[in-house]
């Protein structure tokens, strides 16, 4: 009888039989999303039961339905889901999913006839005239822009005539609170055909809290056919909120498809090719090294080596494409014996264009063919010299470019005979639009001189090599696309995915997996390179797979050493960073940045690695390196490596610090410092980061809390103020506290290099700020053991006379000290101990070598000195030490180490000298 009422009572009519088991389920789950109230208890059993797997049961649904690509089927399986999770129907309002808004004002809202989308158009008080409830106008307002909004825009590009590229953008346009999103927000992303039946792409995407505010953008692949449909949709869903849903029509209106493509270059079963075949001796011996050339090398050396046709050759890394790019400039040189020969190589890589200037410089200069071989510079006037004797130029796009932009009036350039370019599928990349420049004058160049330019280009597989090939010039006859699947060595992939969502663990948990697929795969002493995303996971990772050796060893040696510890140990010692010599005495090595350059030398000469990015050239635009013909620290490189900060660090402070900078932007640009970067942001820390930032006294600007960098402003100034933090920030604050004083002694000296006196002084006290703990501001007696803020104003206030300083505290006799102070013994003590340590610094100097004008015994010292003179000035310090056996760390129980008296200097030139130390004679701090 009770399940015959909640028939009448669910929305979906049923019309099977009572009697059937489905029905009784299907009711009862209805009555569930309905939040209906059952009156007998074996039916409040059952929907219990109905009710703890049908959650579960609607996902899986879910899942099959996606993985089998039915679009229509997925939208209805995902929102059964997310009714039955939420307890209500997809009709309904979405605001029944906020908590605390009366029944009676949803139902009236469900009542009217308004589009959901509308509800964002109106006010705070026009929602509360439509419920006719005003005072809920401005909470209706807040929810509705709490709920889970997205913004999309997509760019589509053809890859090829049935594939499409998509780069989608995905905005968030809703506010974030902690208690009705969390910390996260995922959505499915899913491509439609022009009909939604079929699912041409899905992913699952995640919105973080910290990123609530940026633009995110995703790119995929999705399969077209012909004839082209009108519009593809993109639909993006909320995997947990009702209604929540941003659906973008893609239009292929003006979608102009890339021509049908011919097949790839077949590679032809031939004989390999002799070296002999080069039919000159000096040829032959540049390749001694084997007797044969490979299948790629041999099918194209017709066209190359005994053909002046502009060619193109396609084909995987690992061909030997550099080979076939010799064979034309053999070619070259042999038709140029009896006249002038000029070959430009382009190679699109800095690194890559050094690497083969080292390398023709050995094969084709004073020591193989006694050709000249040089590199552009980037400098117009010595380039110019070198392209006039040389035989061979080696350049990137861009010094090319600079180069040839006046080419009408170069000769030189009008006299290249072999234009060869590497690389050529990067002309998609950052520095594309440079290097189709460059081939296009070149091919400009050769339609308007009388010499011939040949031009011959490399790239990998191409899906449009025809166009490539048109582009240079290239006809049937010398285009060669061979396919990815043509290696000279064969290449495996092998996938092996974790599924963890936390980065950290899932850094972790790849390390075992990794050894593994080396031990696997990278056996009889072949090297193996793993690349990790931070410089931090380099160092771990590098630790664990040395452990895991350690622990598999089987004979003496480390598994991974392929040479003995004897031949390793001499290139081991020139290493200056201790943790890379114990990896690589274990046969793992490791590059990142921030390893100094002889680092990096050995590393890459240890495991043939020249082809890995280096940081040289951004430690030379960071002004800490000068490269020429050697390696040349500046004064910032020598700050750097001195005060063991980031090159990146000294850069920034560089450009930031002023001749007028003052202590908020100082201690701003201190927080700025790389070594901050990886200071952890965690879950539910941004609303105590906002509190504790709104009671600082320097404010900020739109501060970001998710931001480590503020995060580190924010902890530096509670602990200048001794504000108390929790227990995981106080962990934080003592590594920002910590890194600070580096970071300043660095910036100090930064700013002297400026000879600005002013902001050196400032950055001293920000010194003394940090080791105390306490602002400029404050009563310098807040350092003394025992004071606070009430006592140091009581001694200020000080009846007859005001006391400020420590030395002011000595000279009060016993009586009326403990008067004043009113403290215990043992706290006296601990009072006396620290004064009686406190610096007391006497300073005095001389000019070396010149006339004294003023009398000895006279305070002002005055020399004669000549203007334009080198001075040599002498300045001593005396610190007095009575009663002590030694001079002892600072007294600084804020600061989280140990920290030794340091003194710096600075002296303004043309007036006094000042010197500015951790202690000053006022009674300063240390």
């Known amino acids: 009888m009770e399940l015959a009422k909640l028939l009448d009572r669910v929305p979906i009519p049923v019309k099977e039989s009572l009697e059937e088991p489905s029905v009784k389920i299907n009711v009862l789950l209805q009555a569930y999303i309905s939040q209906l109230k059952l009156e007998g208890l074996s039916l409040t059993s059952d929907m219990v039961f109905i009710t703890q797997s049908a959650g579960r049961l609607m996902r899986a649904l879910f899942e099959i339905v996606l993985k089998q690509g039915w679009a229509q089927l997925a939208e209805k399986a995902l929102k059964l889901c997310k009714m039955v999770g939420k307890r209500m129907w997809s009709v309904q309002t979405p605001l029944r999913q906020f908590a605390g808004i009366p029944s009676a004002i949803l139902t009236k809202l469900e009542k009217k006839d308004l589009a959901w989308e ?12 439509l419920i006719r409830a005003p005072k809920l106008g401005r909470t209706l307002y807040k929810l509705i822009h709490q709920f889970p909004k997205l913004n999309l825009a997509a760019h589509v590009l053809p890859i090829t005539r049935s594939v499409l590229r998509v780069e989608l953008t995905v905005t968030p346009d809703f506010q974030w609170e902690d208690k009705v999103h969390g910390y996260v927000e995922s959505f499915w992303v899913i491509v439609e055909d022009n009909d939604g039946e079929y699912i041409l792409h899905h992913e699952y995407f995640l919105l973080k809290k910290q990123f609530i505010d940026e633009d995110h953008t995703l790119n995929f692949t999705v399969p077209i056919c012909e004839p082209i449909p009108p519009q593809y949709y993109i639909r993006v869903v909320s995997d947990r909120w009702l209604g929540c849903q941003t659906v973008l029509p893609v239009s292929f209106r003006h979608l102009i498809l890339p021509e049908k493509y011919p097949p790839p270059t077949e590679l032809l079963d031939l004989q390999p090719l002799p070296v002999t075949a080069l039919r000159n001796p000096a040829y032959e011996a540049l390749y001694k090294d084997f007797k044969h050339f490979n299948p790629v090398q041999t099918q194209v050396f017709t066209v190359l080596y005994n053909t002046d046709d502009n060619v193109l050759v396609a084909a995987p890394t690992g061909s030997g494409k550099t080979i076939c790019a010799e064979f034309a400039i053999l070619r070259n040189h042999q038709e140029g014996l009896n006249s002038l020969m000029r070959v430009v190589y382009i190679a699109p890589l800095e690194a890559l264009a050094k ?94 001189v009388e010499n011939k330019i040949r031009m011959v280009a490399f790239s990998t597989s191409l899906a449009n090599a025809k166009d490539l090939g048109e582009w240079i010039g290239a006809t049937a006859h010398g285009l060669f696309n061979f396919p990815p699947i043509v290696r000279p060595a064969p290449l ?28 696997q795969h990278a056996k009889n002493g072949k090297p193996a390179l793993v690349f990790v995303p931070t410089r931090k996971h380099v160092k771990l990772t590098s630790v664990d797979l040395m452990t895991y050796s350690s622990a598999d060893i089987r004979g003496e040696e480390p598994a991974f050493l392929l040479h003995n510890a004897k031949e390793l140990e001499p290139f081991v010692e020139k290493v200056n960073e201790e943790m890379l010599r114990a990896t690589l005495r274990h046969g793992v090595g490791y590059l990142h940045e921030g390893l100094s350059s002889l680092d990096q030398q050995v590393v890459m000469h240890l495991f043939k690695a020249g082809w890995i990015q280096n940081a040289l050239s951004d430690l030379e635009a960071s002004k800490c390196i000068l490269i020429e013909d050697d390696i040349q620290p500046l004064n910032h490189g020598h700050i750097s490596a001195y ?124 010194c003394q700020m940090v080791t105390q703990g306490m602002w400029e501001k404050d009563p310098v007696l807040l350092q003394v053991p025992h004071f606070n803020r009430e006592l140091a104003r009581r001694c200020q206030d000080n009846p007859g006379k005001p006391v400020d300083t420590v030395f002011e505290i000595m000279e009060l006799d016993d009586v009326a000290r403990r008067e004043l102070l009113q403290m215990s013994d043992s706290q006296m003590q601990d009072v006396a101990r620290f004064c009686n340590r406190f610096p007391n610094i006497g300073v005095d100097h001389r000019v070396v070598g010149a006339e004294r004008l003023s009398a000895e015994n006279d305070e002002d010292h005055v020399y004669r000195v000549r203007a334009g003179d080198d001075v040599y000035l002498e300045v001593n310090l005396e610190r007095d030490m009575e009663g002590l056996p030694e001079v002892g760390p600072v007294n600084a129980p804020r600061f989280p180490k140990t920290k030794e008296e340091e003194y710096k200097f600075s002296l303004d030139v043309g007036e006094t000298m000042d010197v500015d130390d951790d202690n000053n004679d006022d009674g300063g701090r240390d």
């Open 118 to 129: 509308r509800y964002y158009d109106l006010s705070a008080q026009e929602l509360g005239e």
């Open 355 to 448: 690497e083969r200037f080292r390398d023709w410089s050995k094969k084709f200069g004073l020591e193989g063919l006694g050709m000249r071989v040089v590199e552009l510079t980037g400098e117009s006037m010595t380039d110019l010299k070198l392209l006039d004797k040389a035989q061979i130029i080696i350049s990137t796009p861009d010094k090319w470019d600079a180069l040839t932009r006046r080419w009408r009036q170069r000769k030189q350039v009008q006299e290249v005979s072999l234009f060869i370019v590497d690389e050529l599928h990067l002309i998609g990349g950052q520095g594309g639009p440079v290097l189709e420049v460059v081939v296009s004058r070149m091919r400009y160049n050769a339609a308007h």
């Open 492 to 519: 495996e992939i092998h996938i092996q995915g974790v599924d963890i969502a936390n980065f950290e663990a899932r850094m972790q948990a790849m390390t075992k997996p990794t050894y593994t697929a080396i031990v």
């Open 643 to 766: 005060h063991y900060v980031s090159y990146t660090t000294i850069e920034r402070f560089s450009s930031s610090l002023t001749s007028k900078t003052r202590m908020k932007g100082l201690i701003e640009i201190v927080a700025s410092a790389s070594e901050y970067d990886q200071l952890p942001i965690r879950p539910g820390e941004e609303e105590v980061l906002r509190k504790l930032i709104n009671h600082q006294r320097f404010s900020f600007d739109n501060p970001k809390c998710t931001d480590p960098h503020i995060k580190a402003n924010a902890l530096l100034q509670a602990y200048f103020s001794r504000q108390r933090v929790g227990s995981n920030l106080a962990l934080d604050q003592r590594e920002v506290v910590g890194l600070a004083i580096r970071l300043l002694h660095a910036l100090v000296d930064v700013v002297a290099t400026s000879g600005w006196l002013s902001p050196v002084l400032l950055a001293m006290e920000v």
